[in-house]
């Protein structure tokens, strides 16, 4: 796998995909991106609950899961997160990625990355991690998440994830009034996610796009 870092619109990095002539992130702002679309437009939701469960699909970079870990830390809420990612990156790749605000952010950051796979791990009294090494149509769950980031590369690029097959793993291992968060907003996406019992709201999407989704399962 070929990859090369960028520097996006917000200054932050990304990589590039040159098989998939794909992006991990927006070239807009990657931090940008996963701020608006992951934790103001997900977390956030969820700040009545004692403890979130989360899933992502993707676990990339880590941002997301950064991120995820400054929410706990700020709104004293636990998370309990699984990270699948089929394709781990080696160190030599996220040693070169600097998304970190403060030199306690880089050692989580550096952390995240070393936990070993497979295994569950508590990092705080408010922050656990499962990361698997899973592909994304193998996942068996059950009402066992209160929110998922679902940030699979774009529908144009693999298609096979972007699926109602797709939708319907993930809608089953959504808790009753749990929410799917995704940068998409393609009508098509949208309308597969409507097909296998979502309800779907498109609202307003990070630097750069005009809007996102934002699904429920009631
Ligand atoms: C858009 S990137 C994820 C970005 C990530 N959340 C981050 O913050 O860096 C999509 C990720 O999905 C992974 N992936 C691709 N196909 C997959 C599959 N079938 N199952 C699980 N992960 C997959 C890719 O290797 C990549 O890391």
Known sequence: M??????TGDQSPTLYNEELNETY??????????????IASGLDELVHLDTIRVFEMGFGTGLNILLAHQFARKQQTRLELTSIEL???????????????????KEVFSQLHEL?????????????????????ADIEY???FDILFFDAFGPDK???LWTPEIFTLLYNALDQNGIMVT????????????????EVERIPG?????????????
Not at 118 to 136: D, G, I, M, Y
């Open 2 to 7: 070929k990859l090369e870092v960028l520097t």
């Open 25 to 38: 992130h927006s070239r807009h702002g990657a931090r940008q991106e996963s701020e608006h679309v992951y």
């Open 87 to 105: 394709f781990p990156l080696e160190k030599e790749v996220w040693s070169q990625l600097d998304f970190s605000i403060n030199q306690e952010e």
């Open 116 to 136: 070993p796979w497979e295994q569950n791990q508590e990092l705080s009294p408010l922050f656990s991690l499962l990361k698997r090494k899973t592909a994304l």
């Open 142 to 144: 059950a009402n066992a």
């Open 158 to 160: 693999q298609p096979h």
């Open 183 to 198: 940068y998409s907003a393609k009508g098509q996406v949208r309308r597969d996610l409507q097909s296998v019992g979502f």
């Open 206 to 218: 990070p630097p750069g796009k005009r809007e996102m989704l934002r699904a429920r399962k009631i």
